[in-house]
């Protein structure tokens, strides 16, 4: 298995996958399908496929691999906790919350019984529960469970640790949303200062809270200190990924929206409309981002008087929000609220009415 980890490593999938299948074979009839290394094979192989995107292919491996722990190890054995924390993590990448938060809740229950509360394994379900509450739109649940685990990643022994920048940007992030804006402030430069040391200027976690941090900057008004971090990330994004890739997309539209509101909206059509359709190449159909750049060039539309434009960009992104997020999301409520306002502004009434009755039904 040696050789197929270190391919993995190299990122060679087509090579590592094909050493994964051979060790498999060889384990499974020497050895049998429940000894240890044989579960850890299946593991890496199933790992292997998902950092890859074939989460169809990654999931239904790693729930037989949890099916199959569980029986010849115990359903609290680490190991058993380890697969039970990547399905929850696969079932979050395919927005199975219902899943994804019953695996995590699970996880983190057995492992402060049987771990201890700062064991890797419990930490891993702590920071996954967060991150399905996040995206269901629940901030106040996820801020907590992730100051707990920011706080356990800073009592560690030693030097933060790889995560450590991940949880500072998230803890931040809750915190923004949740209209903490100088903590937040406080918190994204944290992370960048980690992130920076830890990873370097180019990494994808160094950019994330560049954007995170040019966002809080708009949000507040604070246009030029914006206008420096939206630029500095997308110039240092196309640098690196070059310009089809989905990293540049994010301060791409980060820098469309700043430029609606310094009124610039010529240059703010031009970076917007570019961002959807490279959105539209680049990324799957339910990817909540596109539906922000349609929320966006929605905004753009209707500040330069192209009502009936906004109203169809508006009612395309919350129909696509409600369909992925549900209408309890707090985007979702965003994206109802800013079209039937639109409607509203325009005389429309009874549109806004209907819209309103259709949608909190």
């Given amino acids: ?44 192989r199933a790992l292997l496929l998902a950092s890859a995107g074939r989460l169809d292919e990654a999931l239904p491996l790693v729930s037989q691999n949890l099916d199959r722990r569980t029986a010849a190890q115990g359903r609290d054995h680490p190991e058993t906790l ?29 492992g ?33 469970l992730y100051t707990e685990a920011a706080d356990l990643e800073r009592d560690s022994p030693g030097a933060a640790g790889p995560s450590a920048p991940a949880l500072l940007h998230n803890l931040a992030t809750c915190r923004h949303l949740l209209g903490f804006l100088d903590e937040a402030e406080s918190m994204y430069r ?51 990924h070059g310009d089809e890739h989905p990293v540049p997309l994010h301060p791409m539209l980060g820098l469309g929206m700043l430029r609606t509101a310094q009124g610039r909206f010529e240059d703010a059509e031009t970076l917007l409309v570019e961002c959807r359709g490279k959105a539209d190449r680049l990324l799957s159909d339910g990817d909540t981002f596109r ?51 639109l409607l509203e502004e325009h005389g429309r009434d009874t549109e806004a009415g209907q819209l309103r009755s259709r949608f909190e039904e």
């Fill in 1 to 44: 298995m040696g050789l197929a980890c270190a391919l993995h490593s190299l990122w060679r999938p087509e090579e590592a996958e094909a050493g994964y299948r051979r060790c498999l074979t060889d384990y499974r009839l020497v050895l049998g399908p429940d000894h240890p290394r044989t579960l850890l094979t299946e593991s890496n």
């Fill in 82 to 110: 380890r697969a039970m924390n990547l399905l929850a993590g696969l079932c979050l990448a395919q927005r199975r919350f219902e899943e994804a938060e019953a695996l995590s809740r699970e996880a983190l229950e057995l």
């Fill in 112 to 144: 402060t019984k049987t771990l201890g509360t700062d064991h890797t394994e419990r930490l891993t379900a702590l920071v996954n529960l967060a991150n399905v509450l996040f995206d269901q739109g629940r901030y106040a649940e996820a801020e907590e």
């Fill in 190 to 240: 944290e992370a960048l200062e980690l992130g920076r040391e830890l990873y370097g200027d180019n990494s994808t976690r160094s950019l994330d809270s560049m954007n995170n941090l040019a966002e809080l900057y708009l949000d507040q008004g604070r246009l030029a200190e914006s206008e420096r971090w939206y630029e500095e990330s997308l110039a240092t994004a196309q640098r690196v």
């Fill in 291 to 341: 539906f922000d750049v349609l929320e966006a060039l929605a905004e753009l539309r209707g500040r330069r008087g192209l009502i009936e434009e906004a109203v169809r960009l508006f009612s395309e992104c919350l129909e696509g929000r409600a369909e992925v997020l549900g209408m309890n999301h707090p985007d979702t409520q965003e994206a109802l609220s800013k079209l039937a306002s």
